[in-house]
């Protein structure tokens, strides 16, 4: 059975730093693409920054200079280090795992088969 678990979603100041990471069991095979997305009340979801299996990262015009994604194959966990939080990254942050061609690049959440429940982060001002 696969599964992805996030975690270290919480509550901080505009200027703070968070790190998520998702803990990922069942998957097989090398090639993957991992990324993370992030869903605010009312809003689409929008894909983060990505990362394949190759190690090579994508992100959002958003997040760059901000956030960093970085994953431990051996410990089968992706993390998503957020810095500089301001308001407009208040939302939902989901893990999400795909084997399909080309999705990395585009961080288009209808090619991620596979989720996470999510996590919850806040950042006030």
């Known amino acids: 059975q696969v599964q992805l678990v996030e975690s270290g979603g919480g509550s901080v100041q505009s200027g703070g730093s968070l790190r998520l990471s998702c803990a990922a069991s069942?998957?097989?095979?090398?090639?993957?693409?991992m990324a993370w997305f992030r869903q605010a009340p009312g809003k689409e979801r929008e894909g983060v920054a990505g990362?394949?299996?190759?190690?090579?990262?994508s992100y959002a015009d958003s997040v760059k200079g901000r956030f960093t994604i970085s994953q431990d194959p051996a410990k089968n966990t992706l993390y998503l280090q957020m810095n500089s939080l301001n308001p407009d990254d208040t939302a939902m942050y989901y893990c999400a795992r795909t084997t399909i061609y080309g999705t990395c690049g585009r961080l288009n959440f209808k090619g991620f088969p596979y989720w996470g429940q999510g996590t919850q982060v806040t950042v006030s001002s």
């Open positions: 069942g998957f097989r095979g090398s090639y993957y693409c």
């Open positions: 990362i394949h299996s190759d190690g090579s990262t």
